[in-house]
């Protein structure tokens, strides 16, 4: 899971494909999924609302060699108040 507050690039990729996260300053978190292929992100406790931020998955994906690498489109997210 990689994400950073505001989208750039875009920056192609070696497995195709272009990451529209800056590489310099993205932030990078490693999770697994579970059998259906859904994954947690916790958000930090005490990020204020309205924040936005960018994100992208990148992902093992067997049919995409040489590197068996694949992402997802960019996507946005605001946080809210429940």
């Known amino acids: 899971f990689c994400y950073d507050l505001c989208p750039s690039g875009p920056f192609p990729m070696p497995w195709?494909?272009?990451?529209?996260?800056?590489?310099?300053?993205?932030g990078v978190f490693i999770t697994a999924t579970d059998a259906l292929g859904n994954?947690?992100?916790t958000i930090p406790p005490g990020a204020p609302a309205g924040v936005q931020f960018?994100?992208?998955w990148v992902y093992g994906?067997?049919?995409?060699?040489?590197?068996?690498?694949?992402h997802t489109p960019l996507m946005e997210t605001t946080i809210g108040l429940l």
């Not at 195709?16 to 993205?26: E, K, Q, R, S």
């Open 16 to 26: 195709g494909g272009d990451l529209f996260l800056d590489p310099a300053t993205l």
């Open 39 to 41: 994954a947690d992100v």
């Open 54 to 56: 960018s994100s992208q």
């Open 61 to 70: 994906h067997p049919g995409n060699p040489p590197f068996f690498i694949s």
